[in-house]
């Protein structure tokens, strides 16, 4: 898959933007803080419905507008696909597809791509919401169906939780009915969304594994999902959503004094090893650098592998920077045979060799070419 043009309108510093690329390799240039990144992250948007910045649409909204549309000419083969999204500060976010509203939960159906950025190397020494995110992005990478059950599962979780701060300021012998019913929805939803977690994570290993050891060497590396609060006894979803369920019974207590859900995807983690030692904890500088590239690269080769759409769409933000000069070459071997590279770098200094291609600056929030 690649992209021929983007157009951006009053998306964050951008006001009227149009991006025009091909197939290989194309490179914006420009300081920081200029719009590279946002031009990056409106095409992550379109295959992932949310930013690897912030959690809301609004600060994805030029100051002072009230929406932003991001719209994108997507080619595959002989197909062509035009796909936007028009989100809104107030009111109903909106999406079209080949000039035809649609649900915006169609949208990660065709478009794939896969960003490398600063922000990775949490997923390996960060919080436990990072690698969720990333997992979430993998499941959705390979399931953009699932985007309308995240979509239910935020209802669900929200939904449960205010009745749980319902019922805990009501008086004591309350009917919980309600909160049953509730239970029994969010617990099939957070099955769906564990058990495409558990086989994507289990898919992906091995090419991680393989990946890193490309970039490092020598270390053996594993990744382990981690309910929190309940077992998995196998992975099918009804397993798992009466596991979620059951445990969220014996919780219920703490739950009603605490106002919220303490069981669910929206809590688990993934564990990361190298050679049988939490990479979180353990893990030095470069491996951390490796770990968090391999995982990348390790879901690049799987969506290349599993999408009918061929190869996802690859971005690097500002990632040279922070990679010594073998780990930069090493990324550079293992992503130029993909159909399309889109790069963002402060200065080409940062830029490895055998980078060839189109060459973009950006200035205050203007693209223009060399």
Not at 176 to 190: G, H, I, P, R
Not at 222 to 243: F, K, M, N
Not at 269 to 287: M, Y
């Given at each position: 898959m690649w992209i021929s043009q983007l157009d951006l309108t009053q998306w964050r510093n951008h006001e009227s933007t149009r991006l025009a690329c091909s197939p290989g390799v194309t490179v914006l240039v420009g300081p920081n803080g200029q719009g590279k990144t946002?031009?990056?992250?409106?095409?992550?948007?379109?295959?992932?419905?949310?930013?690897?910045?912030?959690?809301?649409?609004?600060?994805?909204?030029?100051?002072?507008?009230?929406?932003?549309?991001?719209?994108?000419?997507?080619?595959?083969?002989?197909?062509?696909?035009?796909?936007?999204?028009?989100?809104?500060?107030?009111?109903?976010?909106?999406?079209?597809?080949?000039?035809?509203?649609?649900?915006?939960?169609?949208?990660p159906r065709w478009v794939s791509a896969v960003m490398f950025a600063p922000e990775d190397a949490a997923i390996v020494r960060g919080e436990p919401s990072f690698r969720r995110h990333f997992m979430d992005e993998l499941v959705l990478g390979g399931s953009p169906s699932m985007a309308?059950?995240?979509?239910?599962?935020?209802?669900?979780?929200?939904?449960?939780?205010?009745?749980?701060?319902?019922?805990?300021?009501?008086?004591?012998?309350?009917?919980?009915?309600?909160?049953?019913?509730?239970?029994?929805?969010?617990?099939?939803?957070?099955?769906?969304?564990?058990?495409?977690?558990?086989?994507?994570?289990?898919?992906?290993?091995?090419?991680?594994?393989?990946?890193?050891?490309?970039?490092?060497?020598?270390?053996?590396?594993?990744?382990?999902?981690?309910?929190?609060?309940?077992?998995?006894?196998?992975?099918?979803?009804?397993?798992?959503?009466?596991?979620?369920?059951?445990?969220?019974?014996?919780?219920?207590?703490?739950?009603?004094?605490?106002?919220?859900?303490?069981?669910?995807?929206?809590?688990?983690?993934?564990?990361?090893?190298?050679?049988?030692?939490?990479?979180?904890?353990h893990a030095s500088q470069g491996e951390t650098w490796s770990l968090a590239l391999a995982l990348r690269l390790g879901m690049a080769a799987w969506l290349r592998e599993n999408r009918a759409s061929g190869d996802p769409i690859i971005m690097l933000d500002d990632v040279f920077a922070e990679l010594d000069a073998r780990r930069r070459e090493k990324l550079v071997s293992a992503i130029t045979d993909y159909e399309q590279l889109i790069i963002t770098s402060a200065v080409e200094d940062d830029l490895p060799p055998g980078l060839e291609g189109t060459r973009l600056d950006v200035k205050n929030g203007v693209v223009s070419p060399r």
């Amino acid at each position: 898959m690649w992209i021929s043009q983007l157009d951006l309108t009053q998306w964050r510093n951008h006001e009227s933007t149009r991006l025009a690329c091909s197939p290989g390799v194309t490179v914006l240039v420009g300081p920081n803080g200029q719009g590279k990144t946002n031009v990056v992250e409106a095409i992550r948007y379109l295959a992932t419905l949310g930013s690897h910045r912030v959690a809301s649409a609004a600060p994805l909204i030029r100051d002072d507008q009230e929406s932003a549309t991001v719209f994108a000419q997507l080619h595959h083969g002989e197909r062509n696909i035009s796909a936007g999204v028009t989100l809104k500060r107030h009111g109903t976010n909106e999406a079209m597809l080949n000039g035809n509203k649609t649900k915006l939960s169609e949208i990660p159906r065709w478009v794939s791509a896969v960003m490398f950025a600063p922000e990775d190397a949490a997923i390996v020494r960060g919080e436990p919401s990072f690698r969720r995110h990333f997992m979430d992005e993998l499941v959705l990478g390979g399931s953009p169906s699932m985007a309308a059950v995240f979509s239910d599962f935020e209802r669900v979780l929200k939904q449960r939780n205010s009745l749980l701060k319902s019922l805990r300021s009501s008086s004591r012998g309350a009917d919980l009915s309600t909160l049953d019913a509730w239970t029994e929805s969010f617990a099939q939803a957070a099955a769906a969304i564990v058990a495409d977690r558990v086989r994507y994570l289990r898919e992906i290993t091995p090419r991680v594994a393989k990946e890193y050891d490309n970039l490092a060497g020598g270390d053996e590396i594993a990744a382990t999902y981690q309910p929190r609060g309940y077992v998995l006894e196998d992975e099918s979803r009804e397993s798992i959503a009466r596991a979620i369920a059951d445990a969220l019974v014996a919780v219920r207590a703490e739950e009603l004094e605490r106002g919220m859900t303490l069981i669910g995807p929206h809590r688990d983690d993934v564990e990361l090893t190298i050679d049988n030692k939490p990479a979180r904890t353990h893990a030095s500088q470069g491996e951390t650098w490796s770990l968090a590239l391999a995982l990348r690269l390790g879901m690049a080769a799987w969506l290349r592998e599993n999408r009918a759409s061929g190869d996802p769409i690859i971005m690097l933000d500002d990632v040279f920077a922070e990679l010594d000069a073998r780990r930069r070459e090493k990324l550079v071997s293992a992503i130029t045979d993909y159909e399309q590279l889109i790069i963002t770098s402060a200065v080409e200094d940062d830029l490895p060799p055998g980078l060839e291609g189109t060459r973009l600056d950006v200035k205050n929030g203007v693209v223009s070419p060399r």
